[in-house]
């Protein structure tokens, strides 16, 4: 019942590289698309989102490219540090369109940024 | 401070047993939800709440069960249907509707010996 799927499931970078992962959707309900960073122990907190109307969403080292007619969003960690190794969680949210108001996420991308 | 609360934050139990677990949250939020996370499985929806006395099921809410009878709290109870309940719990909350943001707590673990 995967609606979100979600690749790589590791990933190692070396600092000061780029770390991308990427997500995959099928149902067109969606309209919000959030990622989630999260630390061991810890809740997810929110790194950065999107709406569908935008192709593109940068803030700071981070960034969201959206590709709708291909159901796929990615994250793009550029300049990546010791610091965000994370596992990281796309999701997408159900909202108005259907009226669920639900989110789904990925499997989630165990991040190691090497030193 | 605004935030989700969960408790307890460790919990062991046998089989058997019913066990549940407490969220509470001072953010002032419509929405509640609860997810199950294992690993390589990601966050998997249990129940969600858009309102007070009114909750949805999730994709796994078989061996679950929820109450929304205050908007500040949402407990679950893990009951001994559940067939492998050993799991990290992750209560949310967020405005409601089609606002975004979906904040988390610091999340449960659940040990079933």
């Known amino acids: 019942q995967q609606q979100v799927k979600q690749s790589p499931q590791s990933l190692i970078v070396q600092k000061g590289g780029i770390s991308i992962i990427n997500c995959a959707y099928e149902n067109t309900a969606f309209d919000y698309f959030p990622w989630y960073q999260q630390f061991p122990g810890k809740g997810p907190a929110l790194l950065i989102a999107i709406r569908p109307d935008v192709s593109e969403k940068k803030e700071g080292r981070f960034t969201i490219s959206f590709n709708k007619s291909a159901k796929q969003f990615s994250l793009h960690i550029m300049d990546s540090q010791p610091g965000d190794s994370a596992t990281y969680f796309c999701a997408a949210f159900e909202g108005v369109t259907s009226g669920t108001y639900k989110y789904i996420f990925g499997t989630g991308t165990r991040l190691k940024v090497l030193a | 401070d605004g935030g989700i609360t969960q408790s307890p934050k460790y919990l062991f139990r046998k089989e058997g047993q019913n066990v549940t677990l407490s969220c509470e949250q001072n953010?002032?939020?419509?929405?509640m939800y609860w997810y199950r996370q294992d690993p390589g499985q990601g966050l998997r929806l249990i129940y969600y709440s858009q309102i007070v006395n009114d909750f949805q099921k999730g994709d796994i809410a078989e061996g679950y069960s929820v109450s929304r009878e205050k908007k500040e709290s949402f407990p679950l109870t893990v009951t001994s249907a559940q067939k492998n309940p050993t799991a990290f719990y992750l209560c949310?909350?967020?405005?409601?509707?089609?606002?975004?943001?979906?904040?988390f707590g610091e999340g449960s673990r659940l040990t079933v010996l």
């Open positions: 953010l002032n939020h419509d929405a």
């Open positions: 949310a909350s967020n405005r409601g509707g089609n606002t975004g943001e979906l904040f």
